[in-house]
């Protein structure tokens, strides 16, 4: 069984800048997985906003976070972040760390993003 569980999120003001962290545990957990950021906003579908691959080096964005935020991940710790700068009120939402392909059991509870407008 795997879990996963978000950390860091929070209230920041627009242009403010937060950390996500997602710990995953379990003995079938493996850090060769790609994993990937995924947010969901009242009345928007879930989307996924970032992704990486086990060994850091191919990595994607959403075009509405490009340039704002980061992914990246320290396998020994079976920890992946996303670094979120520039944050804008359209970034509010629950985020959530899944593998890519999501698999539907490994949802956590999410961290809530609140930017207000």
């Known amino acids: 069984q795997v879990q996963l569980e978000e950390f860091g999120g929070g209230l920041v003001q627009a242009g403010g800048s937060l950390r996500l962290s997602c710990a995953g545990s379990?003995?079938?957990?493996?850090?060769?997985?790609?994993m990937g950021w995924f947010r969901h906003a009242p009345k928007k579908e879930r989307e996924l906003v970032a992704s990486?691959?086990?060994?850091?080096?191919?990595?994607y964005y959403s075009v509405s976070v490009k340039g704002r935020f980061t992914i990246f991940r320290e396998n020994a710790e079976n920890a992946v972040y996303l670094q979120m700068n520039s944050l804008r009120s359209e970034d509010a939402a629950v985020y959530y760390c899944?593998?890519?392909?999501?698999?539907?059991?490994?949802w956590g509870r999410g961290t809530q993003v609140t930017v207000p407008s």
């Open positions: 899944n593998t890519k392909p999501q698999r539907s059991d490994y």
């Open positions: 379990g003995r079938t957990f493996r850090s060769f997985w790609t």
């Open positions: 990486i691959n086990y060994n850091g080096e191919d990595t």
